[in-house]
């Protein structure tokens, strides 16, 4: 149906290529191979196709939403996807012929330098999967650049990014132990302290962790660097508008999930992976890279550059096998950057936090419900309830409020627990609507 | 610097000069000029062993990578730090300034069964 | 460039201190009266300041200077530029689907799981493989998964002496990267003299210690393993998992599914064959599928159905884990699910049929020009080579270059390795015959350049917003961020 040809269009083109028809040039299949019958449903025209997906759409409910856990509601302007979805950008190709792709090419370098800025790290590549593929990414590199294979994990990692950092290191030899928590929900440092040895390649530190708690991590940073280890740290990349960058704890490696910056929550992807490092592991970064060259006439000019690192150049030497990476994703980010500005951060972050804070006190007037309020938070916080979480989650379900994540998924003895977020997108009614709806649950 | 008739040469293109029990290794001027414009050099690390015929180290032009192999084994007692700020170097001057590196050799016998210049000269086929 | 309006100015150049773009409402405390000073930023991150508009005008200009598929002829070998069709985003993108939290109650997100679910169902019966997961993130992605899953089948076995990945050597890089991050040790074998698996070199490197061997079908010089039947055999009869990198999948689409020839995983390019945009480099999709026997221990979860209610609840305890944290790209995914209803049995082929009736149209009108590395019918995509020894000392990436001036983007160059001087032409099957023509009309054009005015080519391109770029010094001292 998106095929032009004519019957006569064919008919030249067959006569051009000297064949009576294209079953001709399909002779390099056996023929026990062709033409299988596929059992397809009938196929749908665009109005069709529009009025059935019009039908799901109409089957996803719409809940005022309370949950993070690594996926964040926060607000995008129009500008981004008003620009992003333009089919220049949008459906280019890599840019690897740089003449023509320098628009592309310097949205990434100005993606690069808003990351870098915002982190205050030296170095970042293009954009990896997800944040959960970053921190492997990061894992990886710590491993090759140390040469040790024992790697420290905060407990309180996000339980779905532990899978996949299981997943990825599994076949390579790597031990992964985890940093046990206390019982206010934050990193035992003293006992991670004496965790760490010769052969320690990295810790990996999440701050705010999967409970939303800062974590301190100045002494962790020392004391993983005093026996020659590394120290990586998974970040929330909007918080860094108000929050200490992780280079002024020395991280060698920050990671995140960049969905938070202009980018929808899509049931989950695309995403956008955001790996950073010290100047000193440039090269260890597997990954896209733009940077500025100059063309013959000494015109500024943008061009992907330390290609040699790639699977393309490498093959089986490469450190990643990355290829395409989420240049959407990013784009949206370094366009919701821009639209924000330093300012605008901090307007958004300090929102985030005031309507947080705002709701954990509204919740703790609630009788039989307590925050936990163990250590600092960004937008997200610990509820404990007087029935199990789950139990909560579909009360409120039943009044359109998608109220938190049921922390019973990931540790049994927190079945009483929910995860409950709140972003600038929430406003005074919606938090106390919430309240009023747990009032409802006992 | 190195001067390229009293060099001794691995099939793999790399050059070595002894002095004394140390070996200074870098690439022939046929290798600098297939590699073309060089962009990086991935310097082994001081204190490394490396046997014969290891990959120690990598030369990366824009469109490729190549490896080094340590022509005799020891251990690498110096790199060439001028490197990282110019790896240019290597193209301009493959037997002077844009050595690699140095390795103090274990087994000082390994330099015979290099080849000596001509010999090297004759496997580049024209 | 213009003088007085410095389009071409970075953001951070163009900022203002001051300026203010998109703002949002004011706090009524502080952060400081919530949290203490020590978690706080001390300093104010170097991002731009400047108003909406100038925002909107600045990424405006920097469209502009990209070529794209919406407006200029891609003919890439192995990505597979076809039209993205417009209907696609604005459905994906529908609000129900874009404002979904992956945590959300299922019962909330019934419409999201039910598209997924069909997908799966689809790919399925396009491929004619057990099961499949949406949850990689882009082909490379897909292959990591893919040999990723194989290695927890043969752990499972008991396979652990299986140490071994094969890759012809006219694979895609991120094959041989794929197997080295999964721990497997890469064995390279030369191709055939007419471009196909060497069975005898292939029978040479299989042993007890192979545990897949992974085959682009049709290959990366566009051409069918005919002794595909055979080729699986001796895979399978080695103890080995056969692998098929299925970039170039939109040469088989509805003309055979890859299980029939003994494939037992294979991954797909959402972003190539199911028409999803490109994006500049992503986001992609990259589904796995896999035969019965290898299917427990794909990653999870899968979406499954139980009556009519759709769910992740995916029992597989035997699943090699996750490959990201959530479910996939699911607005790719809706993408190419939206392409999948569009097409029946009898529609389906007509992309695969006339995919390849293009490339070969190509081939046979610069043939005695430009010719094939392989002078026999091709698939979807031909593979020229040129001797700049007869082309006055014009490189293939002369010729891409020189493309750029009139008007198209260049093919693929460079690959597969094994061809010399590599041009990798696949137009797909959406674009029109005077497209074709016109693409022809121009490389004849370049080639009668090659030989009567070769500098011109050389020193190509000429009429882009940038002449040719020293990678050289970029890659010397590189300048990655202001």
Known sequence: MFTPHTTQDKKEMLAKIGVQNVQEL??????????????????????????????????????????????????????????????????????YQAEASQGTLQTIYEFQSSICALFNMDATTASHYDGATALAEAVLACTRITGRKEVIISALLHPHYKEVLTTYTRHAGITLTEAKPTAQGTLDVSALKAQISADTACVVLATPNFLGYLEQADEISKAVHEKGGLLVSLVNALALGILQTPAEYD???????????????????????????????????????VGIAKDKDGNRSFVLTLQAREQHIRREKAASNICSNEAICALNAVIYLTLLGPQGLKEVCALNVERAHQLADLIDGVKGF??????????????????????????????????????????????????????EVRTPNDLTAYAEALKGVL | MYNQEKCRFAQTHEWAFAQGDVAVVGISDHAQEEISDIVFVDLPKVGRQVKVGENCCVIESVKSASEIYAPVSGEIVEVNEALNGDPALVNREAHGNGWLFKIKMTNPAEMDELLDFNAYQGTLGK | MNEFLKHNELSIEKSRAGRRGVRFAQAEKQVNDYLPENCLRKDTPRLPEMSEFDVVRHFTRLSQQNYSLD????????????????????????????????????????????????????????????????????????????????RRYHDAHGNTAR????????????????????????????????????????????????????????????????????????????????????????????????????????????????AAPHGGGGPGAGPVGAAAHVAPFLPHPIVQKQGSTYTLADNRPESVGKMKAFYG????????????????????????????????????????????????????????????????????????????????????????????????????????????????????????????????????????????????????????HW
């Open chain 1, 251 to 289: 991280a060698d490696f920050a990671v995140a999930e960049g969905q938070v910056l202009g980018n929808k929550l899509n049931f989950g992807g695309p995403f956008l992976g955001i790996l950073t490092a010290k100047k000193q592991y440039l090269r260890q970064l597997p990954g896209r890279m």
């Open chain 3, 329 to 480: 790209n699911i607005a790719v995914c809706l993408r190419g699910y939206c392409y999948l209803r569009q097409f029946d049995a009898q529609t389906l082929k007509e992309i695969a049929e006339c995919a390849v009736l293009n490339a070969n149209y190509v081939r046979a009108a610069l043939k005695g020009k430009f010719n094939a590395y392989f002078d026999r019918a091709c698939m979807h995509e031909c593979v020229l080579s040129i001797d700049p020894h007869a082309c006055n000392g014009v490189h293939t990436a002369d010729v891409a270059k020189r493309l750029l001036d009139y008007g198209f983007y260049a093919p693929t160059i460079y690959f597969p390795l094994i061809v010399p001087e590599a041009i990798m032409i696949e137009p797909t099957e959406t674009e029109n015959k005077e497209m074709l023509d016109a693409f022809i009309a121009v490389m004849e054009r370049i080639f009668d350049e090659i030989n009567t005015t070769p500098e011109l080519v050389k020193e190509a391109p000429h009429t882009q917003p940038v002449k040719r770029i020293d990678e050289v010094s970029a890659a010397r001292m590189p300048n990655l």
């Open chain 3, 163 to 274: 140490c071994e990945v094969i890759v012809p050597d006219t694979a895609h890089g991120t094959n041989p990267a794929t197997a080295n991050m999964a721990g497997y040790h890469v064995i390279n074998i030369k191709s055939a003299p007419n471009g196909c698996v060497d069975k005898q070199a292939l029978a040479a490197a299989l042993s007890p210690k192979t545990a897949v061997v992974m085959l682009t079908i049709p290959n990366t010089l566009g051409l069918f393993e005919t002794d595909i039947k055979e080729i699986a055999d001796m895979v399978h009869k080695a103890g080995a998992l056969l692998y098929m990198d299925g970039a170039n999948f939109n040469a088989l689409i509805g003309l055979a599914t890859p299980a029939d020839f003994g494939v037992d995983i294979m991954h797909l390019n959402i972003h190539k064959t199911f």
């Open chain 1, 26 to 95: 399909l002779a390099q299949i056996p023929q026990e191979f062709l033409y299988p019958a596929l059992d397809l449903p009938q196929a749908l025209s665009e109005a069709e196709l529009t009025a059935h997906v019009h039908d799901l759409a109409a089957k996803n409910k719409p809940l005022k939403n309370f949950i993070g856990a690594g996926a964040y509601e926060h607000f995008v302007p129009a500008a981004v996807s008003a620009l992003s979805s333009r089919g220049e950008f949008l459906t280019a190709y890599t840019p």
């Open chain 1, 370 to 423: 307590e925050v936990l309020r163990e250590a600092p938070f960004f937008n997200e916080f610990v509820v404990k309830c007087p029935v199990k979480a789950s139990a909560v989650i579909e009360k409120l379900a039943q009044q359109g409020i998608a109220a938190g994540y049921d922390l019973g998924q990931t540790c049994k003895q927190m079945e009483n627990c929910l995860l409950v977020c709140a972003t």
């Open chain 3, 71 to 150: 407006a200029q002829f891609y003919p890439l070998g192995s990505c597979t530029m076809k039209y993205n069709p417009k209907a696609y985003d604005t459905l994906s993108a529908l609000e129900p689907f874009a404002g979904a939290h992956p945590f959300a109650p299922e019962s909330a997100v019934q419409g999201t799981l039910q598209a997924l679910y069909e997908l799966q169902e689809l790919l399925k019966k396009v491929t004619g493989l057990a099961a499949f997961t949406l949850q990689p993130a882009a082909g490379a992605h897909g292959e990591l998964t893919g040999i990723l899953t194989a």
